[in-house]
């Protein structure tokens, strides 16, 4: 049976959170996106809703943007910044399943994009998600997919006990049947899917000391760690969760810290 389990939760703090991550990432995932205007657009996962209406603007008023969240607490967020930013009919958000989403008959097969960031690490069966994906899109449609591999990280100088604690937060993924390493296989999904791979790159998601946004993307990474302690609960010996976090925090007053990450970006078409 095919299932997702968040691993994140949507409470306040994590909302918060990923609300500042889409400030950091949004921008540089439209610029991949290449949007031209008018498309019909379906946004998987699409949590608080803030590059789905991000999305919308780029489509313009003869463009249409579905966001499909499951999470009720999500949608009630999503739908009051969007009501606060004026974009209350920018967008239409449905509450719903990525394995049954909530399309009409006649919906099927006609958006010219499918976009998923950050869900197939969260879901038991990447590949049961983009043959939806495939599915929804026209022929020539594109299906585009950003998710993590964890592996794909460095921090220099590494702060004390940020390997050990990194490695119990990728361990929880798989507590859950998830694949926390699931970015190396987007285009292989795509191909098996039934779409033509087209397209792969990275986002990247780092930056160093002396940099304005050094603080946020180290926050980030912190506010991350600290929303799923109790998932990695016993994945620790000692204190060693606490010392980790610490020391990270620390870390990022260094004048010489520096952090690399990837978001790995997939592209595909229908062809049949």
């Known amino acids: 049976m095919t299932r997702s389990e968040y691993l994140h939760g949507t409470f306040p703090e994590e909302q918060v959170r990923l609300s500042r991550l889409n400030e950091l990432?949004?921008?540089?995932?439209?610029?991949e996106l290449e949007l031209r205007g008018g498309e019909r657009i379906l946004d998987l996962g699409s949590g608080l809703?803030?590059?789905?209406?991000?999305?919308?603007?780029?489509?313009?008023?003869?463009?249409?943007?579905?966001?499909?969240?499951?999470?009720s607490d999500q949608i009630t967020e999503a739908r009051r910044q969007a009501e606060a930013a004026g974009d209350s009919d920018l967008i239409e958000i449905r509450q719903g399943d990525v394995f049954a989403m909530p399309l009409r008959d006649e919906e099927w097969g006609t958006f010219d994009v499918a976009h998923a960031r950050f869900l197939l690490e969260h879901v038991s069966d990447p590949l049961a998600v983009?043959?939806?994906?495939?599915r929804a899109v026209r022929l020539g449609g594109r299906i585009v997919l950003e998710d993590d591999d964890h592996d794909l990280i460095r921090l220099w100088p590494e702060p004390p006990g940020f390997g050990p604690l990194w490695n119990a937060y990728t361990r929880a993924y798989d507590r859950l049947g998830n694949d926390p390493y699931v970015g190396r296989r987007m285009v292989s999904?795509?191909?098996?899917?039934?779409?033509?791979?087209?397209?792969?790159?990275?986002?990247?998601?780092?930056?160093?000391?002396?940099?304005?946004?050094?603080?946020?993307?180290?926050e980030n990474m912190v506010g991350l760690l600290n929303g799923?302690?109790?998932?990695?609960?016993g994945l620790l010996e000692g204190d060693s969760f606490q010392v980790g976090v610490a020391n990270l925090q620390a870390w990022k007053?260094?004048?010489?810290?520096?952090?690399?990450?990837?978001?790995?970006?997939?592209?595909?078409?229908?062809?049949l």
């Open 253 to 271: 007053h260094r004048p010489e810290a520096a952090m690399w990450f990837a978001i790995a970006w997939a592209e595909g078409v229908r062809r």
């Open 49 to 71: 809703a803030q590059f789905t209406r991000l999305m919308a603007r780029q489509a313009g008023n003869n463009g249409c943007v579905i966001g499909i969240e499951r999470d």
């Open 228 to 233: 799923v302690r109790d998932n990695i609960a």
């Open 189 to 218: 999904i795509l191909y098996q899917a039934g779409a033509q791979p087209v397209r792969n790159t990275w986002i990247f998601f780092g930056s160093c000391a002396g940099n304005p946004h050094f603080e946020a993307c180290v």
């Open 130 to 134: 983009v043959k939806t994906m495939v």
């Open 25 to 31: 990432l949004n921008a540089a995932s439209l610029v």
